[in-house]
């Protein structure tokens, strides 16, 4: 039992997950679930109990039972207590003033990671306002490797998606090109198929392949199909470089996904067995996005970021390149205008990185929801001052398959001007080989006899 | 002045073969004020899609052709707001929708329904098409079909409640999907086995972007087809089903 009392009003919140939920920022999902906070002032009491709970508590009190749920075992067991000495004796509260501190830099949080568990994470962001998260977030260093150098610090990269309503290889490849002419798709070439049968995701991993052996692109490709068919197509040899898959903060949630834990880890083992990973073997490529449990009624009664956050236990397990929350991918009804979408991304990046976790969001909403392309252009900045790993590049920022607007190629390359952002490393050498950047950066008009074009139309 | 000011865009030989918003050229790095403003009219066009409203009227006529009962039934959600902030309403039948299900348990192969979703212009465009395609082929399977359904405000799981009470062993949910700038009108089609409420989305298989500028009606009444096939042979549909038609090895 948790209180706190306002002017003779006692506030009594049951047990901590209901704590975590009535602090947390207001959102339509928990709205929707029936456990958000009832008034202004509840929501304030609720922080203010929850800035005195040691930060110990929760090794204790797990949000869901460790008996019935398997993330949550996850989380208790994989906890490390030698990284966890340094903060063992700060309260929630203590520790946002601490992060905040300037002791906290990059090399003591990295040491630190493995000692915070998920709720710790969703604890303190709820403490936090939108500056707090971008000022701890941009003092972590995330960095993973595939074919190329993903999360250094003064880089920034992003994933080419060139989707298409019928997974027609001619139309896809139009949209590869043009991204890789405005520097796009260092952090992956990731095709969503618009179906999941595995000729087709065996053709368009074949048509990428094909494309980055042929201009010796370092880069690393993906086609974003259900982990089963990856499977499926790794172990009859198929070139795959990274496995996709979008996971949850529950086991009743990743069970809805199709998937489990056990299932995650065939998965990595197949894809790492391929061995083609030139510069390292981080293979996974996670999505998540608040408000996949409460969608599948596997929510426990849990709010929603807290949800979110342990999905990064997941994701962490399996050391991705590249995990991506789809911030305003799942509509309204879960976050329903521009400002519920920027706090979440802003925590779902700060909790990933503070996690150790090569955060990238993207930055997107769909039609149903109060938000358009201003409220994108404002989280964009701000997720480029935090120092976010990478972010969506999509023609136009129109998904002609997925229905959503997300950012576009000329999107990236605005905020690698305005915060003077580099590309990652090798891929950054090639893109000026290759005369469509210069040595500083900037990008050089190119004709339409450059070979990246003529290659596809002939 | 202005025109110079664009950089002319090489790539526009490539943009023949996609609708994807290619080759729209660049000022500085930003996006040219033609190609934004037309960005624009497209979102006001999705927007306008959301608010569009299922035509009772002019689908009841044409399903006609099918000699079946044509029932129009609506959700729980009242109005397109409470539809948008409460997903849970639109996975169940209000009260008259319910009791007028009750004369309609005959038992059936397959229940079709059709639901506005985000888009009513999308079924409003597109289901009729598709069925004309479709519903042959279950006759020459000698496939029974029961009465077929028209919901507003209705989700993809309200055809589960609505399988159960035409007792049907598959439902076919033709539906509205999230409308995109360049596709206000897309059609998406959710196959479940045995549907009863409760199931989450593992358990269905989903073609999506049904419309000419997409996925073409003989395409996806060929994916429909097969998958119906396959989901009454093996007893299952979802992720266990796959789309293997076309898979070489």
């Known amino acids: 039992m948790y209180k706190f009392t306002i002017r003779d009003k006692v506030y009594r919140f049951n047990d901590l997950k209901t704590l975590l939920a009535k602090a947390s920022p207001y959102r339509s999902g928990d709205v929707l679930a029936g456990i958000c906070a009832e008034s202004y002032e509840e929501r304030v009491a609720a922080q203010i109990a929850l800035a005195d709970v040691p930060l110990k508590t929760f090794l204790t009190e797990a949000v869901i ?129 618009a179906t999941d049968s595995p000729s087709t995701v065996l053709n368009l991993l074949t048509l990428i392949d094909n494309l980055r052996g042929r201009f010796d692109i370092p880069i ?11 499977l499926e197509l790794a172990n009859k040899g198929a070139p795959v470089d990274l496995c996709f898959q979008s996971i949850g903060g529950t086991e009743k949630a990743n069970k809805s996904f199709g998937i489990s834990l056990d299932l995650l880890e065939e998965a990595y083992q197949a894809t790492l067995s391929l061995n083609r990973g030139t510069v390292g073997k981080n293979v996974m490529y996670f999505e998540t996005g608040q408000g996949s449990e409460l969608s599948a009624n596997a929510h426990h009664g849990v709010d929603q970021q807290t949800c979110e956050v342990r999905a990064y236990a997941v994701a962490r397990k399996f050391k991705p390149l590249l995990v991506n929350s789809v911030v305003g991918f799942i509509g309204p009804e879960y976050l329903y205008d521009g ?45 480029g001052v935090a120092g976010c790993n990478f972010i969506m590049g ?49 990008l050089l008009p190119v004709n339409s006899s450059h070979k990246l074009i003529s290659g596809i139309i002939t | 002045m202005a025109e110079k000011l664009i950089k002319n ?17 660049r000022t500085g790095t930003s996006i040219p004020l033609k190609e934004s403003l037309e960005f624009k009219l497209a979102h006001a066009h999705a927007r306008d899609a959301v608010y569009s409203e299922l035509d009772i009227e002019g689908l009841t006529n044409s399903l006609q052709a099918f000699n079946l009962p044509v029932l129009s039934l609506h959700s729980q959600a009242a109005n397109r707001h409470k539809y948008l902030k409460r997903p849970d309403l639109g996975r169940q039948l209000d009260e008259t929708s319910a009791e007028l299900l009750k004369d309609h348990g005959t038992g059936a192969d397959i ?18 098409s598709l069925l004309k395609l479709l519903m042959p082929m279950f006759s020459n399977e000698k496939l029974r079909l029961g009465s077929l359904c028209l919901v507003r405000q209705g989700r993809v799981a309200i055809g589960d409640e609505i399988a159960v009470g035409l007792r049907a062993k598959l439902s076919i949910v033709l539906i509205g999907e999230r409308p995109g700038l360049s596709s206000a009108d897309s059609m998406g089609m959710y196959l479940t086995y045995n549907p009863r409420p409760g199931l989450t989305d593992e358990s269905r298989n989903c073609i999506s972007n049904i419309r000419p500028e997409g996925l073409s009606y003989h395409l996806a009444a060929g994916k429909t087809f097969y998958l119906v096939q396959e989901a009454l042979k093996r007893k299952l549909s979802g992720v266990a089903l796959k789309d293997n038609a076309g898979l070489l090895d």
């Open chain 1, 65 to 193: 039972p460790y008996e019935s749920d398997d993330v949550t075992r996850l989380i208790i067991d994989s906890h490390n207590d030698t990284a966890f000495t340094y903060i063992n004796s700060l309260t929630v509260g203590e520790f946002r003033d601490w992060l905040l501190s300037d002791e906290a830099d990059c090399g003591i949080l990295k040491t630190i990671e493995a000692g915070i568990t998920p709720e710790m994470a969703a604890a303190v962001s709820k403490l936090m306002r939108n500056q707090d998260l971008i000022a701890v977030a941009r003092k972590c260093e995330v960095v993973t490797r595939f074919r190329n150098t993903i999360g250094l610090k003064g880089h920034f990269s992003t994933r080419l998606q060139p989707n298409h309503p019928t997974d027609d290889p001619k139309g896809i490849a139009a949209s590869i090109i043009e991204g890789l002419l405005y520097g796009s798709g260092d952090a992956v070439i990731g095709i969503n198929p």
């Open chain 1, 220 to 230: 690393q490709s993906c086609v974003l199909s259900h982990i089963t068919t990856t």
């Open chain 1, 339 to 383: 400002k519920q979408i920027t706090r979440a991304a802003l925590e779902d990046h700060f909790c990933g990185k503070l996690l150790g976790l090569p955060m990238g969001v993207d930055i997107c909403y769909t039609n149903h929801a109060e938000a358009d392309q201003d409220d994108m252009d404002n989280l964009l900045t701000l997720l």
């Open chain 1, 394 to 442: 999509i023609p136009g920022s129109d998904d002609i398959m997925l229905n959503y607007q997300s950012t576009s190629f000329h999107d990236a390359l605005y905020l690698r001007k305005v915060l003077g952002l580099r590309p990652a490393p090798e891929f950054e050498q090639w893109l000026v080989k290759q005369g469509i950047v210069d040595e500083k950066g900037g």
């Open chain 2, 9 to 25: 865009d090489p790539l526009i030989s490539l943009k023949e073969f996609t609708a994807a918003r290619i080759a729209i050229g």
């Open chain 2, 111 to 128: 229940a079709i329904i059709i639901a506005d979703g985000l888009s009513a212009t999308a079924v409003n465009e597109n289901a009729f």
